[in-house]
Nanobody
Framework: QVQLVESGGGMVQPGGSLRLSCAAS????????MTWVRQAPGKGPEWVSS????????YYTDSVKGRFTISRDNARSTLYLQMNSLKSEDTALYYC??????????????WGQGTQVTVSS
């Protein structure tokens, strides 16, 4: 079955850390660029970070630069998002997604179910 399954979300205090994982199955993971997108309550989806198929290039939205790190383990077909120095504004449902063509297109054709991240004291 072709799917993406996120895990690792939870509740954390401001300044804390979490590592999200996204397990891919049913397709050849190492040929696809991958992306993390989040959606905060009452807001639209926001692109967070992307990584090329080899892992050689990474991209971040300005608000998470220096705090979040995207990575992947192609041998395990798993995508990661290490989140440090978390802020209340990082509270959102985080989705991993498979990029359909290339990162510049921004179009994704497969989404996970999401994992909730809540940053609160």
């Amino acid at each position: 079955q072709v799917q993406l399954v996120e895990s690792g979300g939870g509740m954390v205090q401001p300044g804390g850390s979490l590592r999200l994982s996204c397990a891919a199955s049913g397709f050849t993971f190492n040929v696809y660029d991958m992306t993390w997108v989040r959606q905060a309550p009452g807001k639209g989806p926001e692109w967070v970070s992307s990584i090329t198929s080899s892992g050689g290039r990474t991209y971040y939205t300005d608000s998470v630069k220096g705090r979040f790190t995207i990575s992947r383990d192609n041998a395990r077909s798993t995508l990661y998002l290490q989140m440090n120095s978390l802020k209340s504004e990082d509270t959102a449902l985080y989705y991993c997604a498979r990029v359909k063509y290339d990162i510049s297109s921004g179009e994704c054709d497969l989404w996970g179910q999401g994992t909730q991240v809540t940053v609160s004291s």
